[in-house]
């Protein structure tokens, strides 16, 4: 699978439940996470390892998708505008479902896929959108560790090394 994607934004928060920052640019540190965000700094809810959680992705093709109602089945339509989904970057364009294991790279940074995101209870009661754990159930992002750091962008093209 050949694919080359875009990174259009970059959000991070302080701590668990704080409301997520967009930034211009951001420095990834391998191992750790990025700089100030809350998994870098161990305040986030699932900071505890071993859980691989140093930056996290999703696709803004899923949340065009729910602004839609679409899949059809549940049928769950909401606004999410990119600072609401708690992921760090959203992409366009990058099949993050089928990347467990691979490597790819973003900006000067090479990330490694270690597992998908699942949504949590929470999100409904922070946002006030009842339905939305049930509307981003197998979509919700994708967890990754940080194998090379650097800094990156959004424009940044994200491509796979593992192909």
């Known amino acids: ?96 479902n089928h990347l467990i294991g691979k490597r790819f790279k973003v900006g000067e940074t090479v990330l490694r896929a270690a597992r998908l995101n699942f949504p949590c209870k929470y999100i409904e009661e922070l946002l006030g959108i009842p339905g939305l754990y049930a509307g981003l159930l197998n979509r919700s992002g994708l967890n990754c560790a940080i194998e090379v750091g650097g800094m990156i962008r959004p424009g940044d093209q994200i491509f796979p090394l593992d192909e």
């Open 1 to 96: 699978m050949t694919w080359t994607g875009q990174l259009l934004h970059i959000h991070v928060a302080p701590a668990a439940s704080y409301e997520m920052e967009e930034l211009q640019e951001a420095r990834l540190i391998a191992g750790r996470g990025i700089v100030g965000d809350r998994y870098f700094l161990g305040t986030g809810t699932y900071s505890p390892k071993p859980d691989v959680r140093e930056v996290t992705l999703i696709e803004i093709e899923v949340l065009e998708a729910i602004g839609r109602g679409e899949p059809k089945i549940p049928g769950f339509k909401a606004r999410l505008a990119p600072e609401d989904h708690r992921r760090n970057l959203t992409t366009r364009g990058v099949p993050v």
